[in-house]
């Protein structure tokens, strides 16, 4: 499977941006999805997750009530949606794929295939 996340850029805080991540390779519908992010000097950290047999979504604290995390299994993509922007959202986006499907982890190493990366900066 390969992933392809894309829909960062800069904007102001209080803003908003969409993430996509575009899967090829091999159907995706089974398996557990989610979004990373890393800022400089951090680790990388959850940030939303869904599984592909169940609309349950996860999300780290912070991102709750402002990112939404949704699927299309039919054009095999996967996007956040990032309301209300804070300038400590600035981070590289990181689009993930467990192709067991058994649960939304929280860690990285539960995911074996991983998107390049997409900059989102917010300003204040």
């Known amino acids: 499977v390969q992933l392809q996340a894309y829909g960062g850029g800069l904007v102001q805080a209080g803003g908003f941006l969409r993430l996509s991540c575009a899967a090829s390779?091999?159907?995706?519908?089974?398996?557990?999805l989610g979004w990373f992010r890393q800022a400089t000097g951090k680790e990388r950290e959850f940030v939303a997750g869904?599984?592909?047999?169940?609309?349950?979504?996860f999300y780290e604290d912070s991102v709750k009530g402002r990112f939404t995390i949704s699927r299309d299994n039919a054009k095999s993509t996967l996007y956040l949606q990032m309301n209300s922007l804070k300038p400590e959202d600035t981070a590289v986006y990181y689009c993930?794929?467990?192709?067991?499907?058994?649960?939304?982890?929280?860690?990285?190493?539960?995911?074996?295939?991983w998107g390049q990366g997409t900059q989102v900066t917010v300003s204040s």
């Open positions: 390779g091999r159907t995706i519908r089974g398996y557990t």
């Open positions: 869904m599984r592909g047999t169940s609309s349950n979504t």
């Open positions: 993930a794929a467990d192709s067991t499907g058994l649960r939304v982890g929280k860690r990285p190493y539960e995911y074996d295939y």
